[in-house]
């Protein structure tokens, strides 16, 4: 409760402190003479020989060296702005999973998480704000991290260079808004379908050496996981999140400064029910009779929090620019039940608790040691605790699995801790005008209460520019990706035995970091002003392909290997921007198998178990083609703007169960079929004086209000169904000040 009033607090006070120190002068009056975007506001002359710092130009020097300490050279790079994300349907109001969502190579999944498959790989991404790696919380951070603080982000896939460990499918590499190259802030409201009301501000500025930004936002809608059923509306599924996020940049001097990140998120949600499910049996081990209980009644909620804080120093000394970081992160889940209605339909109620705490240091440097050779070197270290608790109400069950007697409380906790560390240098060596050599290599050792694991990891990228517009890349890549510590089994095997919690086998070989080759080779061409495309292809060959999914009821994945996987795919990508004409499209095709399970095998049913273990399945997140495509228009006049922008997503549809002709069962076999959903907005700004104006804006999203499915509730890993969200129509106003 003290977050969400902290966020009333700010969004009430940022604008209206704000516009008390400058209120806009009325359309076509007076006003004062304006201040540089950026600028600080006129201060007394300073004394004779004083130095003056402007924050804005030394912090975009500071931050053209820091993206030359981390550069992504050899890999494949697709940038989203500021304004691509106002583009969007939602504008910055669009969840953050949804952004990515407009990358190649990106397929959609559950909500509840964030969920997304990135070059058919489960999760697997690394989040970077600022050039620091944030570490891992229990739910991801496709939920967490609000669009409202990004200046601009890459996705970056492909063969990393060896500054990019443990994470690989891919790296969300974000850039902050700073405040020193903005003055000013923003607040207003979103509302519509659903019974969303989103309100939200955010205020950036600079005083002397000190630039600054922070945003907050509170989200409330009765969709908050996506519908079990094809109904329009969910039945039981509000969700209420707060957000914030603070940056603060203090410039030391013209070649130095120092800067801090706080953010908090605390979101709940409640599960969605499905009507009309046959009731079983109470909890005092008795059958129900015939409509004994409603399963549209049923009331399981959950709630997820999550808090990370970053303090780096960044210098930079002539050929030599480096990087020193600490950072620290909390990250909690707590899974409620319905202690009669989950026993009532699975037999199982667990209340579920698990927290993690980790703390870590990274630092990154770069120095240029002729005009054609940089080498490059860093360090990671980073410590995590998890408790997960969880206590599983279940019934004494006989050999059949019938309950023999009214159903009782096992207590199962856990205390589990993984190191993570890693090393790594790398040599940039341009062979000729058009030819550059980067290779390099990291050694990261994992060790955990269940793991312990090294591996020294080779890179090399090539990176040819045989003509003005053309760009040739291809790159080999070794990878170490340690399963997540807080992806811990759901309770000790012996506890549950002759219970109705009881797995199906008791074979539980510990969890194993992923190893693999990966190969990528693409190239881009600009066809003429403003139109750029780009074919990229990729190969991996892994040994303990990492996946994890939802077994049970609660929102909380866990993590399994298959003994071999390969995932192989193209991608091809175009854009356009003339004026104010923009637009992209993106297509890609996947394929992402794994064979035998060899880890966490109590999870899965004993024939499932047996097939895999001599077949090869398709993995659950695999979806064939991928596509998305966008375009928007902006007619800009003196005194306002108006745009408007299209979009859409296209998937041939996530992994389920099939059966084959003999009447065996395939485990993902299948597909859901195919979707697509379009999006369109509109947006209207109303110029004020100064950088004062208001901002009218109507979106729909899913405009031709289609029923798809995202899972169909088989598939590994997979415990409900889930339906996209249908038509939504949404307003919002603004204020900029």
Known sequence: MNFRLFLYSFLLGAASARADSSPPAPPGGPSSAPVAPGASPPAASPSPGAVILDPVVVSDNLDQERGAILPDLGATAFGISQEQIFNLPQGADTPFNQVLLRAPGVA????????LHVRGEHANLQYRINGVLLPEGISGFGLELDPRFVDSLQLITGSLPAQYGFRTAGVVDITTKSGAMEDGGEAGVEAGSFDTFRPSGEVAGTAGKLSYFADASFDQNALGIENPTSSAAAVHDRTAQGKAFAYASYILDPSSRISCIASASDSDYQVPDTPGLPAGTAPDGVPWLPGGFDSSKLDENQNEQNYYGVLAYQKAAGDLNYQLSGFGRASSVRFTPDPVGDLTFNGVASDVERSLRSAGLQGDGSDALTPQQMVRAGVFLLSENVTADATTTVFPVDADGDPTGPAFPITDDHR???????????DEWKLTPQLTLNSGARFDLYNSSFDDEHQLSPRVNLVYQPAVGTTLHAGYARYFTPPPVENVASGTLAKFAGTSNAAATDQDDPVRAERSNYFDAGVTQALGAGFQVGLDGYDKRARNQLDDGLFGQTLIVSAFNYAEGQVDGVELTGSYAHGGFSAYA?????????????????????????????????????????????????????????????????????RTDSTAPDGADIPNGGTVPPHAVLDLAVEHTFKLALRHSWKLRLDATNLLDKSYELRNGTGVGVNAAQFGMRRGLFGSVRYAF
């Open 108 to 115: 959609e999944d559950s909500a509840a998480n964030g969920d």
């Open 586 to 654: 993106n297509l890609a095709r996947s394929v992402a198998k794994g064979r035998d399970w060899d880890s966490a095998q109590f999870l899965f049913d004993p024939a499932d178990l047996a097939y895999v273990a001599n077949h090869w399945i398709y993995l659950d997140h695999d979806q064939a083609l991928s596509g998305s495509f966008g375009m928007a228009y902006r007619w800009r006049q003196s005194r306002s703007d108006t745009q408007v922008s299209a979009d859409a997503i296209y998937g041939t549809g996530l």
């Open 416 to 426: 589990l801790y993984g190191l993570f560390a890693g090393v790594y240098a790398q």
